[in-house]
């Protein structure tokens, strides 16, 4: 069992920065594949970001490639979503997941395949 808890969330204007942090309790994030994923108003919850257990592997949706990061640190257990030219459709509830894989290779970006999930974080985004 992991309880996963989201920060770093607010409000920022078009083009700013924020960054997002998912602290792990618990067992380090280097045991879990991790993952970002997103929901705005009245859509359904979508892919972001992955990252593998060793850190070696990851994946971004198309929209925030070049502009989002996923990171962890082990010592601290948490995992992060820098976020850069934050634009008004990032404007959503983030949520991050922790998934038990068997290799540390692997990248989840399926939101059924993970078992853990954070309670999320608000990132607003204005023009």
């Known amino acids: 069992q992991v309880q996963l808890v989201e920060s770093g969330g607010g409000l920022v204007q078009a083009g700013g920065s924020l960054r997002l942090s998912c602290a792990a309790s618990?067992?380090?994030?280097?045991?879990?594949?991790m993952g970002w994923f997103r929901q705005a108003l009245g859509k359904e919850r979508e892919f972001v970001a992955a990252?593998?257990?060793?850190?070696?592997?990851?994946d971004y949706v198309d929209s925030v490639k070049g502009r989002f990061t996923i990171s962890g640190d082990n010592a601290k257990r948490t995992v992060y979503l820098q976020m850069n030219s934050l634009r008004p459709e990032d404007t959503a509830v983030y949520y991050c997941?922790?998934?038990?894989?068997?290799?540390?290779?692997?990248?989840?970006?399926?939101?059924?395949?993970?078992?853990?999930w954070g309670q999320g974080t608000q990132v607003t985004v204005s023009s």
């Open positions: 618990g067992r380090t994030v280097s045991s879990y594949a």
């Open positions: 997941a922790a998934d038990t894989v068997r290799f540390p290779s692997t990248v989840r970006t399926v939101q059924s395949e993970y078992d853990y």
């Open positions: 990252r593998s257990r060793n850190g070696a592997n990851t």
